[in-house]
């Protein structure tokens, strides 16, 4: 089974993703803000990082800094899904690290999960 951590502050869309996964092949892990996704991280050993922009006191872009210049920190793939949708967001985000950028609005749900099992079947070729 895969571990993802979803940090995201909206709950609703962490809820709705962990029912759209198939619950036999990934165990979804929840954190409302990059503070908080930074501890699980560490404890938890996520196969994936599913991470909002938007959020209460670490926002995605510092915990992507941190993801970065952190050795002691896991280096796991960090697919950012935001509703932010400048391109220089984007490009800010995907030369930091990120394995792709999905704006949630414009992405079905189903998109999100196809996204989501491209990431984890390169990292698993990987291996």
């Known amino acids: 089974m ?11 869309f962490s ?3 962990e029912a759209a996964l198939p619950a036999d092949k990934y165990i979804l ?5 990059g503070e908080i996704g930074l501890e699980k991280l560490k404890s ?3 196969d994936l990082v599913i991470l909002d922009l938007m959020m209460p006191k670490l926002d995605g872009t510092a915990f992507l800094k941190r993801l970065q ?11 950012v899904s ?9 490009s800010d985000v995907m030369t930091m690290g990120a ?11 189903q998109s999100i999960v196809q ?7 390169q990292e698993t070729k990987k291996e």
């Open 99 to 109: 394995v792709g950028y999905v704006i949630k609005s414009d992405e079905s749900l």
């Open 2 to 12: 895969k571990k993802i951590l979803v940090i995201d502050d909206d709950q609703f």
């Open 69 to 79: 210049e952190s050795p002691d920190l896991p280096k796991v793939p960090v697919l």
């Open 82 to 90: 935001s509703n932010l949708s400048s391109v220089k967001k984007i």
């Open 44 to 46: 938890e050993k996520p």
């Open 29 to 33: 892990l929840s954190a409302e803000d």
């Open 115 to 121: 996204d989501i099992e491209r990431v984890i079947g």
């Open 15 to 17: 809820k709705t993703l």
